[in-house]
């Protein structure tokens, strides 16, 4: 995870320096030639002050659903970055351009809140608790449509998706036999 918001900074610093030539990157919603944008978008910030906001959440979200297994992560990532752009594609305001990683950021969040009740395990529903005392109002300001610096429609999307996830990437359930039992012999 530190890699990646990393990168993050790196394109963030690349972009300043060719004059923010890669916000062209964002998503610009009901553009057929804009559906390529939907993942390079996940990338992309506005200024250092759009990924440094990203940059914690991002990290402690990331970080714990990593710690499920990395290609878990990975499928978990890269379904909620694609569904999140996706939604800004067919529902931001026209003349708009959205970027940036809080769509994954709330879709981890998410993800992280419901794995546990979905995959049964009491430790994965401790931290869900965890993750929604500690961001679960932030989380709800992101979502209010009157926001109107931030893109909801991402956030929305992003949150939407990081729960379907936890039950698309649900886990087996421990010690449960997926053999049907045996009826029982009655004379």
């Known amino acids: 995870m530190v890699g990646w918001v990393a990168f993050l900074w790196i394109l963030e610093v690349v972009d300043v320096a060719t004059g923010h030539s890669l916000d062209a ?8 030639g804009e559906l390529l944008d939907v993942v390079p978008a996940s ?24 710690l499920g ?6 499928a978990v990532a890269a379904l909620i970055i694609v569904v999140d752009g996706l939604g800004v594609w067919l529902v931001a305001p026209d003349h708009s351009n959205t970027a940036g ?6 879709g981890l969040f ?10 049964r395990r009491p430790l994965d529903i401790g931290v869900g608790v965890v993750i929604g005392a500690i ?12 926001n109107t610096s931030v893109s909801w429609q991402g956030h929305l999307f992003g949150l939407a998706a ?3 996830a936890a039950f698309v990437f649900r886990r087996p359930a421990r010690g449960r036999s997926t053999v049907p039992p045996a009826r029982p ?3």
């Open 101 to 106: 990683a809080s769509g994954l950021v709330f």
């Open 43 to 66: 990338f992309i910030h506005f200024g250092f002050g759009h990924v440094a906001s990203n940059s914690v959440p991002l990290l402690v979200f990331g970080f714990l659903a990593a």
């Open 25 to 32: 990157y964002g998503i610009e919603p009901r553009r057929a």
């Open 110 to 119: 998410g993800y992280l809140l419901v794995r546990g009740f979905v995959d």
């Open 162 to 164: 990081g729960v379907a």
């Open 185 to 187: 012999y009655i004379p």
């Open 135 to 146: 961001w679960g109002s932030s989380i709800l300001l992101g979502l209010s449509p009157a």
């Open 69 to 74: 297994g990395i290609r878990r992560f990975a």
